[in-house]
């Protein structure tokens, strides 16, 4: 199944006009819903990917530590010097990328590092390969950038891996690059290894460039495996790999990513860099340095929280009748919920204002996916099952 399978349109559906006006621009549905949800007393939040567990205590500390030693002043544009050669060894020991600290960008949190890639890359009519569904502020970055967007579908039943022969029949003399994001937001699938070798074997003969997000790289369950594209044979020099610090150490306010990248990438990166944000704030950087060269106990522990987690709230939506993907990373369940027969834009307005739960539709990571949900894990066990109650309850009302 590729799409939703919803025919309901949005115009039709029992939702109210601030949500009506933005149902078909994916980001502008996401923030009216987390605007509505600030009006809900008592509202459970199963729909951002903030993780709600705390930064790990060294981190703060080394934060603290460079703000009374007056470590305060504005980093290179590309980054702290120690940061940036800290990164390029966890990604040559963890990722086998065969990267140095020239090869590296610090940025002010992924989304920034999404812009500078798609300023830096494309020229206008430039075509790049993204899988569908996405998290749609990519589509924004590429159409800034005077690029087209060229979906590449994905589906439930391959439990939305990316199909080599997907990519490649997508391919036209446009094509600069294809996106990769693994594991995913929102669907939580991931790019096993075999995929990404046969979409390297494409990306080389077609000369394409690979950018791949793997921001959820930490976050891999149930005897999958992450693997980087950038690490296999001729990639290394067409592979812009992003990554950051928000949700593998509990970090998202901190706005600390990075790119690693060949040198001409980076060198654009920071001229654009130079003219818009600066450098990332100073005190994040030492923060993150004290993250990525401490212990990784928290990620472990963060891990085996959000496994839990997620076991929970796939008994009870099977209880609900309700099928999701495999998930096989990250923070969410990509929830099929064809089966009510509510379209998901009004099922997650329906829960919202009578079930206090916000829970983003899959509307908002592409507009064919009027037949799911994308349900985060990132509450507590006692919240997460008194989120599905309300939920049950919601679902039994207005089942079709």
Not at 109 to 122: K, N, R, S
């Amino acid at each position: 199944m590729g799409g939703g399978g919803m025919a309901t349109e949005a115009v039709n559906l029992r939702i109210p006009e601030e949500v009506r006006a933005v149902a078909g621009d994916p980001n502008r549905l996401r923030l009216a819903l987390i605007e509505l949800s600030a009006q809900v007393k008592d509202v459970i939040t199963l729909g951002r990917g903030d993780p709600d567990l705390a930064t790990p205590p060294h981190i703060i500390a080394a934060a603290e530590q460079a703000m009374r030693a007056q470590r305060n002043a504005p980093t290179p544009l590309a980054g702290l010097p120690e940061l940036r050669a800290a990164i390029a060894s966890k990604l040559h020991r963890e990722n086998g990328l065969p990267v140095a600290a020239e090869n590296i960008i610090v940025t002010t949190g992924g989304q920034e590092a999404v812009f500078l890639i798609m300023q830096t890359l494309l020229d206008p009519g430039d075509e790049i390969l993204v899988p569908d569904p996405r998290y749609t502020a990519y589509d924004e970055a590429i159409l800034n950038a005077g690029g087209k967007l060229v979906l590449v579908p994905t589906d439930h039943a391959d439990a939305f891996n990316l199909r080599p022969e997907a990519i490649e029949a997508a391919i036209t003399p446009r094509t600069k690059a294809l996106i990769i994001i693994s594991p995913s937001n929102p669907t939580s699938g991931i790019v096993t290894e075999d995929r990404a070798r046969a979409i390297a074997d494409i990306a080389i003969r077609y000369n394409l460039i690979v950018i791949s997000d793997e921001i959820y790289e930490k976050f891999v369950y149930d005897g999958w495996q992450h693997f980087s594209i950038g690490s296999l044979p001729s990639m290394d020099n067409r592979t812009i790999t992003l990554n950051g610090f928000s949700k593998s150490y509990a970090m998202t306010g901190w706005r600390v990513g990075y790119v690693a990248a060949p040198q001409d990438v980076i060198e654009g990166m920071t001229r654009v860099k130079a003219v818009t944000t600066g450098p990332a704030a100073t005190v994040s950087q030492w923060a993150a340095l004290a993250a990525i060269t401490g212990p990784d106990d928290a990620i472990n522990e963060f891990r085996a929280i959000y496994a839990e987690r997620r076991h929970i709230l796939m008994d009870g939506l099977r209880a609900m009748g309700m099928d999701y993907s495999d998930p096989r990373g990250a923070f969410f369940l990509w929830t099929n919920s064809a089966s009510t027969g509510i379209h998901a834009t009004e099922l997650s307005y329906l829960l919202l204002k009578e079930g206090r739960v916000l829970i983003f539709p899959g509307t908002a990571f592409g507009e064919q996916w009027s037949g799911y949900l994308r349900i985060s894990v990132l509450q507590p066990t006692a919240q997460i099952r008194e989120a599905l109650e309300r939920t049950r309850v919601v679902v039994e009302k207005y089942r079709r």
